[in-house]
């Protein structure tokens, strides 16, 4: 082995993260980082549906229009 890496592993470093996770302030990272992709999520999704929202308001205010000059789509 290397010496740097021997003296890692010597020191007790914390090579997986059940070590990290087993402490509160690793715990409320990993509860920070769950957050944000659910934020992330949400925005994307959010995202996706305003413009949803945003087409079938125009085409049903266009279907609107056209039966106020008595033009039957549906």
Do not use: D, H, N, Y
């Not at 020191?11 to 992330?40: E, T």
């Amino acid at each position: 082995m290397m010496p740097i890496l021997e003296s890692a592993v010597a020191s007790g470093i914390p090579l997986q993260l059940g070590g990290l996770l087993s402490r509160p302030l690793g715990q409320a990272l990993a509860v920070i980082i769950a957050i944000a992709v659910v934020i992330i999520v949400g925005r994307i999704a959010l995202k996706i549906a305003w413009r949803l929202v945003t087409i079938a308001a125009v085409v049903v205010g266009a279907l609107l229009v056209l039966s106020f000059f008595g033009i039957s789509v549906l």
